[in-house]
Nanobody, 128 residues
Framework: QLQLQEFGGGLVQPGGSRRLSCVAS????????IAWFRQAPGKEREGVSC????????FYAESVKGRFTISRDNAKNTAYLQMNSLKPEDTAVYYC?????????????????????WGQGTQVSISS
């Protein structure tokens, strides 16, 4: 069964940095778009960032542009989300997701927080 697992969550001070990892098992990520979503208490899940599989094109929510960087290492079957200049409003459970749809990152599925495969999430808390 295809599995995704996130690593790297924790408590970070405002202005700090954190790198999340998303490790895939039982499948290769080469032909999947990888996305990061987050869900804060009382809010809907939202897309944070997405990376295509065919050209490594990247997409970011306006709220994280210039601060977050998504990347992938297919050889390690892993995707990353580097988060810098973290703010209290970045506090949320962060999920990674994978989807084989060719234009996933620019399509309706990503925009509506849908994907074929999901990790269980990792908590990121920004607080002093």
């Amino acid at each position: 069964q295809l599995q995704l697992q996130e690593f790297g969550g924790g408590l970070v001070q405002p202005g700090g940095s954190r790198r999340l990892s998303c490790v895939a098992s039982e499948f290769t990520v080469d032909y999947f778009a990888i996305a990061w979503f987050r869900q804060a208490p009382g809010k809907e899940r939202e897309g944070v960032s997405c990376i295509n599989h065919y050209d490594n094109g990247t997409f970011y929510a306006e709220s994280v542009k210039g601060r977050f960087t998504i990347s992938r290492d297919n050889a390690k079957n892993t995707a990353y989300l580097q988060m810098n200049s973290l703010k209290p409003e970045d506090t949320a459970v962060y999920y990674c997701a994978a989807d084989p749809t060719y234009y996933y990152c620019s399509g309706a599925q990503y925009k509506t927080s849908r994907a074929d495969y999901w990790g269980q999430g990792t908590q990121v808390s920004i607080s002093s």
